[in-house]
C-alpha cells in the first residue's frame, strides 16, 4: 500500500479484555516496530521485525504483550487482560533501510 | 536520566522568526539523529535526519550535531503558523538495529 495503515482507530476496552492491533506496512519494508505514545509524551519502543523475525521485544512492559508477523508482512501486537495504564496510542512504523521510518496513523487505546 | 531530553515548551515565536529545537542525548554510542514533526492528533512525520557532526540543511530546516557535546539542534527559519506543532528528536544506537529512542518532544507555536 501507499502508506502505513493500523486497524482500528480507536479501541475501547473493558479492564480485563484482550485486544489485537493491526498493522500493515508499506509493501517491501523488511522493517517493522512497535511504539506506544502516552499523551505529552514521547513514543517508547516496544518492538522491532526484520522480516518475520522478532529481533527486539526488550520494550514490551510485561507478558500481556505479544507481536507476531508470521508472514514477514503484517503485523499483529495483542495485549491481554488489559489493565488502564495500557491506555495510549499503539503507533506502527515500517522501513526500507531499518531507521528513518514511517508511521502509521496509530490505534488510540481507552481501557474503562 | 533520560537517554533523550529536550525542554518540553511551550516555546513560542512570532512569524517570520528563527525557531531552534534543541535535543541532549547520553549514549554515546548513539549514531544517528532524526527530528519528526507531530502534530495534535496525529503520527510523526519525519522531517529531517542527520549522521555527521555539523549542519545539513534542507530548505527552511537545518539540523545541527555535535557529538562531543552530545547535543542536536533544529532551525526553522522564516517560521509560518502551520509549523505549530510537538517537534520529537530520536536517536538511533550503535548495535540496536533500528530502534529509534525518543525524547517528550518540544510543543513549538508560531503566533502571527
Known sequence: ?112 | QKEVEQNSGPLSVPEGAIASLNCTYSDRGSQSFFWYRQYSGKSPELIMFIYSNGDKEDGRFTAQLNKASQYVSLLIRDSQPSDSATYLCAVNIYNQGGKLIFGQGTELSVKP
Open chain 1, 1 to 112: 500500500g501507499a502508506g502505513v495503515s493500523q486497524s482500528p482507530r480507536y479501541k475501547v476496552a473493558k479492564r480485563g479484555q484482550d485486544v489485537a492491533l493491526r498493522c500493515d506496512p508499506i509493501s517491501g519494508h523488511v522493517s517493522l516496530f512497535w511504539y506506544q505514545q502516552a499523551l505529552g509524551q514521547g513514543p517508547e519502543f516496544l518492538t522491532y521485525f526484520q522480516n518475520e523475525a522478532q529481533l527486539d521485544k526488550s520494550g514490551l512492559p510485561s507478558d500481556r504483550f505479544f507481536a507476531e508477523r508470521p508472514e514477514g508482512s503484517v503485523s499483529t501486537l495483542k495485549i491481554q487482560r488489559t489493565q488502564q495504564e495500557d491506555s495510549a496510542v499503539y503507533l506502527c512504523a515500517s522501513s526500507a533501510q531499518g531507521y528513518g521510518y514511517t508511521f502509521g496513523s496509530g490505534t488510540r487505546l481507552t481501557v474503562v
